[in-house]
C-alpha cells in the first residue's frame, strides 16, 4: 500500500535531484536515500520468496534458531547498481546542455571537438562492471558454497576490468618513497614498481573482498563494518574536496563520493533488517560487494593507504586468523561464537590443539606473550589443551567478557571506529613526517 511516508521518501528526494542536476554530488545524495529506503523496503518482499525457495538459514545464536532469508546482499546490490546506472550521465551532463560551453580543442581542419571525458566514464563503468560480477559471484557462492581455496581467488577475475582501464587511463605505477627511507639501498625520491603495483591492486581485492567476510557470525557485524568504514572513506573524501588545491585530487575523491553515498544508502537500508535480532542475513553476496566497492573507491581515488589504514581491524583479523587459516592450528568451518544458554550470552568458541604440532605451539606461545589469546592447559604437565578461536570477535568476548549478541556487534563497531578514528590522525598528523607537504596534497602522492 502507498502511503504518505513512502511518497516523502521517494518523490521528495527525486524532485531535490532533479532541480540540483548541476550538482552531481546532490543528486548522489538524493539517489543514496532513494536507495535505502528501496533497500529496506524490497527485503522483507523479497525474504518470504527466497524462504519458500529454500534460500534460507537458522540462526545459530537464538535459542529457537528460527528460519530467516540468506543472500540479502543481492538486494542491497541491485538497487545499488540500479541506482549507479540512474546517476550514469549526472557528472557529464555539462557536456549535454545546450549552449554550454565545455572545454574544447581543435582538429586539424580548425573544427571544435569537446573534450568528453572519456577517461572518467571509462573509469566509472568499468567499476560498475567489476561490482556487478562480484555481486554475481557472491550469489553464486551462497547458492553453491564454493570451497574456500577457489573461492578467494575469484575477486581476482573480478577486478580485471578496473586493473585495465586503470592501466589505459592512469597508468602509474610509481610511488613517493617516505622521507626517512630516501637514500637507503640506492632509494631515490620516486620508486617505479612496474607490474607489481598491479599485483599490489588485485591483492587489494582480493583482500577487501575476504576480510570483511572472516569478521561474521553475528546479526549485523558485517554491516556495522561496512558503514563505519564507507563513512570514514566520505568523511575523508570531503576534507580533501574542500582542502586541496589541485583539480586531479579533487576529481578523484569526488568519483570515489558518487559510489560511496548510495552504498551507505543500501547499507542502512540493510542494516536495519539485519541488526539483532536479525530478519534477514546478507551472505557472502553482501561482503563480497561491500568489499569491492571499498577496493574500488580506494584504486580510483588513488587513496588505498588510507583505505588499509580504516581497515586495520581486519587486516589484524587476517594476521590473527594465519595460524588457522594456513592450517598451523585446526580451523573449524565456524569460527563464530556460541551460545550459552542458560545465560542469553555468547562466548568465544575454542578448538582442540591435540592435533597441533610444534609449529602451531610455538605461534599460540607467541600470541600468548602478547596476551592475544586465552590457552586451557593441563594442570599437571602444562600441555596445551586447548585455545580460543583465532577471531577478533572471540578475541574481544576473551577480552571483555561474554555478552550478549548486540553487545558483542557494538564491541566491534566501537573497536572499528576507534581504529577509523586512529586511521584519521595517521592521515592527516603523520603523514607530513613521511612526505613533503606539497608532494602530500597534490595527489601525485597515492594517500
Not at 571499498?294 to 593507504?305: L, P, Q, R
Not at 581486519?314 to 588457522?324: A, G, K, R, V, W
Request: contains cysteine.
Amino acid at each position: 500500500m502507498v502511503t504518505l511516508k513512502s511518497v516523502a521518501f521517494t518523490s521528495l528526494p527525486t524532485a531535490v535531484a532533479f532541480s540540483q542536476l548541476h550538482n552531481a554530488i546532490a543528486v548522489s545524495a538524493c539517489l543514496s536515500i532513494v536507495a535505502y529506503y528501496a533497500t529496506y523496503r524490497f527485503i522483507p518482499l523479497v525474504s518470504r520468496v527466497f524462504i519458500k525457495h529454500g534460500r534460507c538459514g537458522k540462526d545459530r545464536l537464538k535459542k529457537d534458531g528460527p528460519v530467516i532469508a540468506e543472500s540479502m546482499g543481492l538486494i542491497a546490490g541491485v538497487v545499488y547498481l540500479a541506482s549507479m546506472c540512474m546517476f550514469i550521465p549526472v557528472p557529464f551532463l555539462p557536456f549535454f546542455r545546450v549552449g554550454s560551453e565545455p572545454p574544447a580543442s581543435s582538429d586539424s581542419a580548425g573544427a571544435v571537438i569537446p573534450l568528453f571525458p572519456l577517461d572518467m566514464l571509462a573509469q566509472y563503468l568499468a567499476a560498475l562492471l567489476s561490482l556487478f560480477s562480484m555481486l554475481f559471484l557472491g550469489f553464486v557462492d551462497d547458492v553453491v558454497d564454493i570451497k574456500w581455496r577457489v573461492k578467494i581467488w575469484m575477486p581476482l577475475f573480478a577486478c580485471i576490468p578496473l586493473l585495465m582501464v586503470y592501466f589505459v587511463t592512469y597508468g602509474v605505477t610509481h610511488v613517493v618513497v617516505p622521507i626517512p627511507f630516501r637514500g637507503f639501498w640506492g632509494l631515490g625520491h620516486i620508486l617505479d614498481l612496474g607490474i607489481f603495483y598491479y599485483a599490489y591492486m588485485a591483492a587489494l581485492c582480493i583482500f577487501s573482498t575476504n576480510a570483511i567476510n572472516i569478521i561474521a557470525g553475528l546479526n549485523g557485524v558485517e554491516g556495522i563494518q561496512c558503514f563505519i568504514i564507507g563513512t570514514s572513506l566520505v568523511i575523508n573524501n570531503i576534507c580533501v574536496v574542500l582542502t586541496t588545491p589541485y583539480p586531479l585530487n579533487k576529481d578523484r575523491h569526488l568519483f570515489s563520493m558518487y559510489f560511496l553515498l548510495p552504498f551507505l544508502g543500501v547499507t542502512i537500508g540493510y542494516l536495519r533488517h539485519n541488526w539483532y535480532p536479525a530478519r534477514c542475513f546478507g551472505g557472502d553476496t553482501y561482503v563480497y560487494f561491500a568489499g569491492m566497492t571499498f577496493a574500488v573507491v580506494g584504486i580510483m581515488g588513488v587513496f588505498t593507504k588510507t583505505l588499509l589504514l580504516f581497515m586495520f581491524p581486519q587486516i589484524f583479523n587476517f594476521l590473527y586468523s594465519c595460524p588457522q587459516l594456513f592450517g598451523f592450528v585446526e580451523c573449524p568451518r565456524h569460527r563464530m561464537p556460541q551460545l550459552n544458554e542458560k545465560t542469553g550470552l555468547v562466548e568465544p568458541t575454542r578448538v582442540s590443539l591435540e592435533k597441533t604440532r610444534t609449529p602451531g605451539l610455538l605461534m599460540l606461545r607467541f600470541l600468548e606473550l602478547f596476551c592475544l589469546v586465552d590457552i586451557e592447559r593441563d594442570a599437571k604437565t602444562k600441555f596445551m589443551l586447548s585455545c580460543n578461536n583465532l577471531t577478533l570477535i572471540n578475541l574481544l568476548l576473551v577480552k571483555w567478557g561474554p555478552a550478549s549478541e548486540a553487545q558483542a556487534t557494538i564491541r566491534v563497531g566501537l573497536t572499528q571506529a576507534l581504529f577509523c578514528l586512529i586511521g584519521f590522525g595517521m592521515r592527516y598528523g603523520l603523514a607530513f613526517l613521511f612526505y613533503r607537504q606539497k608532494e602530500a596534497g597534490s595527489g601525485h602522492v597515492e594517500l
